[in-house]
């Protein structure tokens, strides 16, 4: 019986940017609103479908290697995906051109040797901080993550404050230590302060000004600014960033004049 081709199809229409590519990697920008990979009810128009329309996976195989198993989902829809961001974050992502570099870079990933940074605008007065938790499936929401969880893997998030606007928000930037699934978004949430636009894990929020600004911005304000890790190939080490998108700007922009006009108001 002949092994089962590749079921993600190429798509030309997936837009990102190429921070970099060589013969064993490329260094991307996601765009907020672009899925990862093929999934249920995202069988198209992922960044994985984009990758093949601009032939990055020339030398990927296309059927199945001998004793690979059918049901594997990464032999085929997953190429190269060693990590993913969520739909609505926007950043930089590294993505193996080879089964070899894939197997690679996911042990730096296993053994969180990869540096990873993001900027975030959280609601409310954010202290920095680390967060050191269990995480794992929130016990009766199963799309949700938690870290307040009796078993679970460790995720250890590094939290510093760097712009605050009044008691609205705070922009934090977060290290990682750890890359579970969501993590960020539920420390900061857990901890009271959820990132604004984070329609799973916040609130609308209460305040005029803030709800305006996150409806303009309609997506949680999260952005993988850098990211390090050692090449598969030469062993040397590169560390890739990219600024937010205009949406995350106009967004800090919005708070700052926000911020100004209640420093006015009270003078």
Request: aromatic share 6%; hydrophobic share 35%.
């Amino acid at each position: 019986m002949d092994p089962e081709p590749t079921r993600a199809a190429p798509d030309a229409s997936v837009p990102f940017d190429v921070l970099h590519v060589d013969e064993a990697v490329v260094v991307l920008g996601k765009p907020a609103g672009v899925v990862v990979h093929p999934a249920k009810g995202h069988a198209t128009g992922t960044l994985v479908n984009g990758l093949l329309a601009r032939g990055f996976f020339s030398s990927w195989p296309t059927h199945h290697a001998d004793g690979e198993d059918p049901d594997n989902e990464e032999s085929y829809s997953r190429p190269g995906i060693v990590h993913r961001l969520d739909k609505d974050t926007s950043g930089v992502m590294v993505v193996a051109r080879t089964p070899a570099a894939r197997e690679h870079l996911k042990v730096q990933f296993a053994d969180h040797s990869i540096d990873r940074e993001y900027i975030a605008i959280a609601a409310g007065a954010v202290k920095t901080q680390v967060f050191q938790t269990l995480h794992g499936r929130h016990p009766t929401e199963r799309i949700r993550f938690s870290g307040r969880v009796t078993t679970g893997k460790n995720a250890i998030t590094h939290v510093e404050a760097l712009e605050q606007f009044g008691q609205l928000a705070t922009l934090v930037r977060c290290r990682l230590e750890t890359g579970r699934t969501h993590q960020i978004r539920v420390h900061l949430a857990e901890a009271g302060n959820p990132l604004i636009g984070d329609s799973l894990y916040g609130k609308p929020p209460k305040e005029r000004e803030l709800r305006q600004i996150v409806k303009e911005l309609n997506r949680q304000a999260l952005h993988a600014r850098l990211l390090g890790f050692s090449h598969p190939t030469t062993g040397k080490r590169m560390q890739f960033t990219t600024e937010p998108p205009d949406d995350f700007r106009q967004a800090l922009l919005r708070l700052r004049v926000v911020t100004l006009e209640a420093l006015d108001d009270d003078v």
